[in-house]
């Protein structure tokens, strides 16, 4: 069995933890059970980890993949890349996995102005498992049937975007063991992959940057990322265009200026200091504003890093791309801890 997706896949007492032993109550055990979800990120970075986590797996019966969450940001603000890197991840499993059954998951966030937007999201969430065979288990919508006066849909959550635990995690996890128990039970169990996309001439491919000299490790993560000595570049070519930036971020990381085809962005590195009791983080970011969907065939693009801060020369307040949990390093003449760098192609 395979988790992919964000922070509630990973928290104590969370659905990972309590997935699995519903299912164990059901009679249904697993030989491996593997997690590569990674709290504050969305499936852009769930597609990049796969590619780099995923060659390790041997076969799984089950994936359960949950973004009904993060993946408000980048749906927000860039939904053609969104809407491409969620296809690819979904395929990416059924290709990698093809024995494997998906449950697409969809979580929702606590605070009501955001729902309609959310709707959208889970909406075309659900539309893209439907066409590549996964089974689409909508909690967000069970919990909202669920709630009235008497219990309020937010009582469900300690903040925003995190159910109660272990209370709401267990109620969330055995809705997804009955259903994963009715599948595995049903003398047809599996979906028709199909290549109905959008954008089934696209896909994204990943470089590391640098010659990743530097170590980070915890219970969770083993990242090597390339460090990046303040006012030091490195300049790369990729093909196609590139797309999202990923890094190993510390409390005083700095900033990385990023310049191709005449574009120039600052993303901080950082991260905001009373978010996290680690001493460092995995983050991911969508390269913002460069793709319309609108490439028709592969070019080359030479690629510039640059560690800076604001007291650099090529220091610019408008290049800023703003990243939710980072922040301006608290120290100057920081370096930065880069991990991989993504471009879109046509096939």
């Not at 650099?312 to 991990?339: E, R, T």
Request: aromatic letters at 10%.
């Amino acid at each position: 069995m395979l988790f992919i997706g964000g922070s509630n896949l990973v928290i104590n007492n969370g659905i990972k933890v309590q997935l699995v032993r519903a299912l164990s109550d059901l009679g249904i055990l697993f030989d491996n059970v593997e997690n590569i979800a990674v709290g504050g990120t969305g499936s852009l970075f769930g597609l990049e980890n796969l590619q780099i986590e995923g060659t390790k797996f041997k076969d799984f019966r089950v994936i359960i993949v949950e973004y009904g969450i993060n993946d408000w940001g980048n749906f927000s603000s860039e939904p053609l890349i969104w809407q491409l890197g969620y296809q690819l991840l979904l395929k990416e499993i059924r290709v990698r996995w093809p024995e494997a059954i998906v449950f697409n998951i969809i979580f929702g966030r606590r605070d009501e102005p955001l729902w309609a937007r959310q709707k959208k999201l889970h909406t075309e969430m659900i539309n893209i498992g439907n066409v590549l065979g996964a089974i689409n288990i909508d909690i967000d919508s069970h919990l909202k049937g669920f709630a009235d006066t008497s219990y309020p849909f937010q009582m469900n959550y300690r903040d925003d975007a995190h159910f109660v635990s272990p209370r709401v995690t267990h109620h969330v996890s055995l809705i997804v063991a009955i259903e994963i128990f009715r599948v595995l039970s049903s003398s047809n169990p599996r979906e028709k992959l199909t290549d109905n996309l959008i954008h089934s001439d696209r896909k994204i491919v990943y470089k590391k940057i640098g010659e990743n000299d530097t170590e980070f490790k915890n219970s969770q993560f083993h990242r090597l990322a390339t460090r990046l000595k303040y006012g030091q570049s490195i300049e790369f070519t990729l093909p196609g265009l590139p797309n999202t930036l990923s890094f190993c971020s510390t409390k005083n990381s700095g900033s990385v200026l990023i310049e191709y085809n005449g574009v120039k962005k600052i993303i901080h590195t950082s991260y905001v200091e009373d978010t996290t009791k680690f001493e460092f983080l995995v983050k991911h970011c969508i390269l913002e504003k460069t793709y319309d969907g609108k490439i028709d065939k592969n070019h080359d693009t030479v690629v510039k890093l640059t560690a800076i801060d604001s007291s650099h020369h090529d220091w610019n307040q408008n290049y800023i791309q703003k990243i939710w949990g980072v922040c301006p390093s608290i120290s100057s003449y920081s370096d930065c801890f880069l991990l991989n760098i993504s471009s879109i192609v046509v096939k």
